[in-house]
């Protein structure tokens, strides 16, 4: 089992609709989850930090967390074109204890159509 | 404020040359990140700093790289005798803190070995 699991997609949702996009990962201790926006020839972007279960707004932003479940996930209100780009999940796996490096997923494509 | 900074942006390496990478971290960050990433893929962990101590280098490929941050400040990633499969962006991050805590990243360098 890959340490951190995302949908690689692509993710196609219409203008103003909600985009939810999903991760898993494998380290049941982890304590810290990212999600950073990544779009073509750019670097990433951080856009939501969670740390604790439940949700999370920003804005448009959402991130659900669920431990139990060792699931996080991120959702976008009201998706405009702009929006589209990789999504790349990040968590501090605490494996070893070095719960201060990042361990991506692959991250998902998610195209916003006007 | 200004954010991380690297550079180059771009560099072409002849197979067998050395590079050397700079980054330029955000002010007041005491931790610092390499992270490579290849196409189609979320970026990888190859080193930490926690001002200029290398806590872990677990990450670099080989011993053909080697990374150094000697004031705490900007810090060097260095290739030597550079190859093909050695082509892909790296990119630096640094946080305020190390454990998990949000990174910030910097453009990134995209390194071509022809």
């Known amino acids: 089992q890959k340490e951190v699991e995302q949908n690689s997609g692509p993710l196609s949702v219409p203008e103003g609709a909600i985009a939810s996009l999903n991760c898993t990962y494998s380290?049941?201790?982890?304590?810290?989850f990212f999600w950073y926006r990544q779009y073509s020839g750019k670097s990433p972007e951080l856009i939501m930090s969670?740390?604790?279960?439940g949700d999370k707004e920003d804005g448009r932003f959402t991130a659900q967390l669920n431990k139990a479940s060792q699931y996080v996930s991120l959702l976008i209100r009201d998706s405009q074109p702009s929006d589209s780009a990789t999504y790349l999940c990040?968590?501090?796996?605490?494996?070893?204890?070095?719960?201060?490096?990042?361990?991506f997923g692959k991250g998902t494509l998610l195209t916003v159509n006007p | 404020g200004a954010g991380v900074s690297q550079s180059p942006r771009y560099k072409v390496a002849k197979r067998g040359q050395d590079v050397a990478l700079r980054c330029d971290p955000i002010s007041g960050h005491v931790s610092l990140f390499w992270y490579q990433q290849a196409l189609g893929q979320g970026p990888e962990f190859l080193t930490y700093?926690?001002?200029?101590?290398?806590?872990?280098k677990s990450g670099l490929p080989s011993d053909r790289f080697f990374a150094e941050r000697p004031e705490g400040s900007v810090s060097t990633l260095k290739i030597q005798r550079t190859q093909q499969e050695d082509s892909a962006v790296y990119l630096c991050?640094?946080?305020?803190?190390?454990?998990?805590?949000?990174?910030?990243f910097g453009p990134g360098t995209r390194l071509t070995v022809t």
């Open positions: 969670i740390y604790s279960n």
């Open positions: 700093f926690q001002n200029e101590a290398q806590l872990d």
């Open positions: 380290d049941r201790v982890s304590q810290s």
């Open positions: 990040a968590v501090n796996l605490n494996s070893g204890g070095s719960n201060y490096k990042l361990t």
């Open positions: 991050a640094s946080s305020f803190a190390g454990q998990g805590l949000e990174q910030y």
